[in-house]
């Protein structure tokens, strides 16, 4: 049971390139939620989605689009990166009214 | 939006020590989590404590919905116990966990 798991692990990217961040859930959980951390400060919600098929803005959502196509995947995505968008990426993954499983997360730099 | 508060921002403690941290928030909740994030990032949920208290081994969460406030102890604390401790709370219908800014804990031999 191999829980959230967030791939790739470590990416460098140039100012304008894009990329795809992939999160996958093996629990069957409804709800998956996209969080940027950045240095000495907490999480802040990037998207989100309730089920396969729907997705929503969370607090931080310019410069990102998702999808949600199968109830195990979200993915995040950067279309033209900036270096404002340098974080570490958690994705996490729920039922409603469980507790909230993360993955490892995903080390982005732009340069 | 909701605040959500923790307290103290910085704790530092010599192994063996009780510590309290604390979390306070400004609307009524529906779900409060206590999360731990370890030195290599990873983050690992402690609680899942709308109200009431719950233990789990040398860890404890009391949350007081009706005063906006939760407290986690940690007793004996040992260097395993460093890094950052947060706490999330989800509000109305909404679907989404607001995190406080979290409490970085140093535990030192």
């Known amino acids: 049971n191999a829980g959230v798991t967030q791939t790739p692990k470590f990416r460098v990217l140039k100012t304008g390139q894009s990329m795809t961040l992939l999160c996958a859930q093996d629990m069957n959980h409804e709800y998956m939620y996209w969080y940027r951390q950045d240095p000495g400060m907490g999480l802040r919600l990037i998207h989100y989605?309730?089920?396969?098929?729907?997705?929503a803005k969370g607090e931080v959502p310019d410069g990102y689009n998702v999808s949600r196509l199968k109830k195990q995947n979200f993915l995040l995505g950067l279309e033209s990166a900036a270096p404002s968008q340098t974080s570490v990426y958690f994705c996490?993954?729920?039922?409603?009214?469980?507790?909230?499983?993360f993955g490892n997360g995903t080390r982005l730099t732009v340069t | 939006g909701i605040q959500v508060e923790q307290s103290p921002p910085d704790l530092i403690l010599q192994e063996g020590a009780n510590s309290t941290l604390r979390c306070n928030f400004s609307?009524?909740?529906?779900?409060l989590q206590w999360f731990h994030q370890n030195p290599w990032g990873q983050l690992i949920n402690l609680f899942y404590?709308?109200?009431g208290t719950k233990q789990n081994g040398r860890l404890s969460a009391t949350t007081v919905a009706t005063e906006r406030y939760s407290l986690l102890y940690i007793s004996s604390s040992q260097t395993t116990d460093s890094g950052v401790y947060f706490c999330a709370v989800l509000t109305g219908t909404a679907s989404k966990l607001t995190f406080g800014t979290g409490t970085r804990l140093q535990v030192t031999l």
């Open positions: 989605s309730v089920g396969e098929g729907t997705t």
């Open positions: 404590i709308p109200s």
């Open positions: 996490a993954s729920s039922y409603w009214g469980s507790p909230l499983h």
């Open positions: 609307d009524s909740v529906n779900n």
